[in-house]
């Protein structure tokens, strides 16, 4: 079946860059969106932005300063980089194969602290 | 960007109840909304996308309305593993937005 699982490093320190990978398994990334959602207590469910399979992207405009999302369909796998972090980037992170996300990875967790 | 508002944002109920969860967005999202369903340290699953389509494998005491600006998710007789946060979420308009949540708890 179809599998998503992020990694990357849990802790980051502010002001720098957070990059996290999801690898998908179980299908072709071609002709699908991925997209990355994160999770907070206090604003709840926020989407990031998507990739599509060749390269496409869309982002939130309140975060699109500091994203870049990419993908490399040979490793079948994308990328997340969100830029000069702080305190208010501590979030759950989920990796989801979209429109519309039905397929979402476990989830990591990335804390912005010194 | 489109608000999405959801009502009632905690909800208490038994067994068997039947409930029904709303979700009003702030311009027509045509009928892209879809329902998830999360329990604590899980990720969202997908129940109901374009509004009103069973994802598979979903029970069918699970449905969905609406088009527009207005949608329900209705369980027809609530079950003990039904007990979770939903949320909303429509993808017609970016950036794609979340309600903020529905916590269904036993009562």
């Known amino acids: 079946q179809v599998q998503l699982q992020e990694s990357g490093p849990g802790l980051v320190k502010p002001s720098e860059t957070l990059s996290l990978t999801c690898t998908v398994s179980g299908v072709s990334m071609i002709s699908y969106y991925w997209s990355w959602i994160r999770q907070t207590p206090g604003k709840g469910l926020e989407w990031i932005g998507y990739i599509y399979y060749n390269g496409t992207t869309n982002y939130n405009p309140s975060l699109k300063s500091r994203v870049t999302i990419s993908v490399d369909t040979s490793k079948n796998e994308f990328s997340l980089k969100l830029s000069s972090v702080t305190a208010a980037d501590t979030a759950v992170y989920y990796c989801?194969?979209?429109?519309?996300?039905?397929?979402w990875g476990k989830g990591t967790t990335v804390t912005v602290s010194s | 960007a489109t608000q999405m508002t959801q009502s009632p944002s905690s909800l208490s109920a038994s067994v068997g109840d039947r409930v029904t969860i709303t979700c009003r967005a702030s311009?027509?999202?045509?009928?892209?909304l879809a329902w998830y369903q999360q329990k604590p340290g899980k990720a969202p699953k997908l129940l109901i996308y374009?509004?009103?389509t069973l994802q598979t494998g979903v029970p069918s005491r699970f449905s969905g309305s609406g088009s527009g600006t207005e949608f329900t998710l209705t369980i027809s007789s609530l079950q003990p593993e039904d007990f979770a946060s939903y949320y909303c979420?429509?993808?017609?308009?970016?950036?794609?937005?979340f309600g903020q949540g529905t916590k269904l708890d036993i009562k």
């Open positions: 989801v194969r979209t429109i519309p996300p039905d397929v």
């Open positions: 374009a509004a009103s």
């Open positions: 311009q027509g999202v045509r009928s892209d």
């Open positions: 979420l429509q993808d017609y308009n970016y950036p794609f937005t």
